[in-house]
């Protein structure tokens, strides 16, 4: 028999701990498995859950949970509450997207260009990222407040009508999608900051020899090189847009007939104040799909253009 | 005619300043390499010339303007930064002629600019490149052409060739100096490399400490160097600067005074290392290294505790811890006052 063939356990155990690439690799995953089981615990699992959860039915007293295809995906087909939280949705991405971006750019070249003061300018910019939107909420429905609140009193200076900006169904949803914007331009302008920080000064000498306008500087300079940071900041406010919902729950609670009712909010209120979990669950998933597409176009189609290096 | 004039110009933010009353002239169609050690303001004068620093006090004029309160762009020179400034999301091309666009220069212009720039450049090939698909002498050669295109009667370099290895250093440094001359334009060129200055420029100006230390020809102040400090900073090895007392005490060949009759005390005495030579008599000296070369070698000798390096042509016969005897004409010696460090023959 060969000698080669009979293996004790023990040599082989040695053998494979004392082989470097394997140990490496087991050492590798050895490390990561703390965080992966904590990720599948308490993502994973519950991604998984939820979308299996949506093809049964909602336990009931009297009756248990039972499977019931896509009835729960039908029902959101039909349901004109989706149907508007959707839309207050689009709408309010489509307030908040561009406009934060644009602000947060804009802060940040001009904060970048030598100002005085800009250390406190930066700080000032940067303070609502910092405070939590419960915080940032309570503070705009102090401005918000019909007759003395402080929007009410300056408007009252100029003569204008008195109005109930969160109490009107015209008026509620364009006042939650600014209180947004305020919190996430601050957020935004952090990582224009950084990016711009890291082109090389030489590069703004070299067009201003070249008698380039601060504009044409910015336009043909800044603009494009800030690109990668720009689809970063643009995954994460379209990501922010259908995720953001404290304001919403503090301010307006949806309100006033659901001119506010923004999708997650919804959710919740399907899942923690209806308590029908399933249904939920089906909302989630649509939800997840919908972000999930916005990402991969946004990356399939933004990528290739950005990328100089 | 000057090309660039600078009246007593000085920069400074706040503490000492940078640039401390300077004042030289370019001659059009001159290369004119300004010179020193780290830190002693040759990017400041530079970058005051472009206009990138406005200066605290002083007239720079360009072409018999005066452009001291011009922005850069009105001044009509071009400027090749050290780490050559490329814009990174644009080809090679598009760098070149960033500024005919930005200035409306008509399309077919540019495209015959673009053409020759390349051509004299060589970088008909990498047109459609991006600057990080670039060896760092194509990077620079990219630079060289966004100066070229923008036709300026100025052209100002930062230390173009110090990210660069010798080798192509040394190939550069042709390149550019030909092109300068081809082109006729006039160019200020700033270095640390004393080497680089004296083999491209028509005029040197060597600064220290924000103040211009020296002016004129590269022969000019190789041979008569009007300070210690030039004598030290320009040649390799530098010159051997020793007190001549010591000298004297070493029994080096020379009278028992100084020039003009001063005494030696006061008095220093600078030999080019080529200029001395082993003799019979002489001051005496101790071997502490010796350097072979090839061509020439270097030895390295002491002189009563000062150093003094002698180059010898070929391979030399002395022997480290030997003595030797060192002699030179007496009209090479170079007299410098000790205390004002200024020349006096
Ligand atoms: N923006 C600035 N603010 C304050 N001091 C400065 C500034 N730029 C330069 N200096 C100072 O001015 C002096 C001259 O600097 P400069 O850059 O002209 O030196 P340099 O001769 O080009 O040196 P190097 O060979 O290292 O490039 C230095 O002491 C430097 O610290
Ligand atoms: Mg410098």
């Known amino acids: ?309 | 005619m000057a090309e660039v004039e600078l009246e007593e110009v000085t920069k400074s933010w706040g503490g000492a300043p940078a640039v401390d009353r300077v004042s030289f002239s370019a001659r059009t169609g001159d290369l004119v390499a300004l010179l020193g050690p780290s830190g002693c303001g040759k990017s400041t004068t530079l970058r005051l010339i472009a206009g990138l620093e406005t200066a605290s006090s002083g007239t720079i004029r360009i072409a018999g303007r005066d452009v001291t309160a011009r922005p850069p762009a009105t001044r009509g020179v071009s400027m090749v930064f050290q780490n050559y400034a490329l814009f990174p999301h644009l080809t090679v091309a598009e760098n070149i002629v960033f500024g005919l666009k930005v200035r409306d220069v008509p399309k077919a212009e540019r495209e015959a600019r673009l053409k020759r720039a390349a051509g004299i450049l060589g970088l008909e090939k990498l047109l459609d490149r991006k600057p990080s698909q670039l060896s760092g002498g194509q990077q620079q050669r990219v630079a060289l052409g966004r100066a070229i295109v923008a036709e300026t009667p100025v052209c100002l370099m930062d230390e173009p060739l110090s990210n660069l290895d010798a080798q192509l250093r040394v190939e550069m440094r042709r390149e550019i100096r030909a092109l300068q001359k081809r082109l006729g334009m006039t160019m200020l060129y700033v270095t640390h490399d004393q080497v680089e200055a004296m083999t491209m420029a028509d005029q040197v100006v060597l600064m220290k400490d924000g103040r211009i230390e020296q002016d004129g020809p590269p022969a000019e102040l190789y041979e008569s160097p009007a300070t210690i400090f030039t004598a030290r900073f320009v040649g390799t090895p530098p010159m051997n600067v020793l007190p001549a007392s010591v000298l004297a005490a070493a029994g080096a060949p020379m009278a028992g005074h100084g020039p003009q009759g001063r005494p030696l005390g006061g008095l220093a005495i600078g030999i080019r290392p080529e200029d001395a030579r082993l003799a019979e008599t002489g001051a005496e000296a101790t071997v502490a290294a010796v350097e072979y070369l090839g061509a020439d070698t270097l030895v390295e000798a002491r002189v009563r505790d000062h150093p003094f390096i002698v180059r010898l042509p070929g391979r030399a016969a002395v022997d480290v811890g030997g003595q030797i005897r060192l002699a030179w004409e007496p009209g090479r010696a170079h007299w410098f006052d000790l205390s004002s460090q200024r020349r006096i023959a």
């Open chain 1, 1 to 309: 028999m060969d000698a080669r063939l009979v293996i004790s356990p023990q040599p082989l155990l040695r053998r494979v701990m004392t082989h470097p690439r394997l140990t490496a690799t087991i050492h590798g995953w050895l490390l990561l498995l703390p965080a992966m089981a904590l990720l599948a615990l308490f993502t994973h699992w519950p991604a998984v859950a939820t979308f299996i959860d949506s093809f049964y039915s909602t336990p009931r007293p009297r009756r248990p949970s039972r499977f019931v295809g896509l009835d729960n995906y039908q029902q959101i087909l039909a349901d004109p509450v989706f149907w508007q939280s959707l839309w207050n949705n689009l709408l309010f991405a489509l307030g908040t997207i561009p406009v934060s971006i644009a602000l947060a750019l804009l802060m940040a070249v001009w904060v970048n260009d030598r100002i005085v003061g800009r250390t406190a300018v930066r700080m000032a910019y940067f303070t609502p990222t910092v405070l939590p939107m419960i915080a940032v909420a309570n503070i705009w429905l102090f401005f918000y407040t019909p007759q003395y609140g402080l929007l009410e009193q300056i408007t009252a200076l100029f003569g204008a009508e008195p109005r109930n900006w969160l109490g009107s169904k015209d008026t509620a949803l364009f006042a939650v999608t600014l209180v947004a914007i305020w919190k996430e331009a601050g957020f935004f302008m952090i990582f224009y900051l950084a990016a711009l920080q890291s082109i090389s000064p030489s590069l703004a000498e070299a067009a201003a020899l070249e008698g380039a306008s601060r504009w044409t500087f910015f336009r043909r300079v800044q603009f494009p090189l800030l690109m990668p940071t720009t689809l970063f900041v643009l995954v994460n406010a379209v990501i922010n847009a259908f995720r953001m919902v404290d304001h919403i729950v503090v301010m307006t609670r949806g309100g006033p007939d659901n001119a506010t009712s923004l999708l997650l909010f919804y959710i919740y209120q399907v899942g923690f104040n209806f308590w029908d979990t399933t249904y939920a669950a089906a909302l989630t998933t649509v939800l997840l799909v919908l972000l999930a597409l916005v990402a991969l176009l946004q990356y399939g189609w933004l990528e290739r253009r950005i990328h100089y290096r």
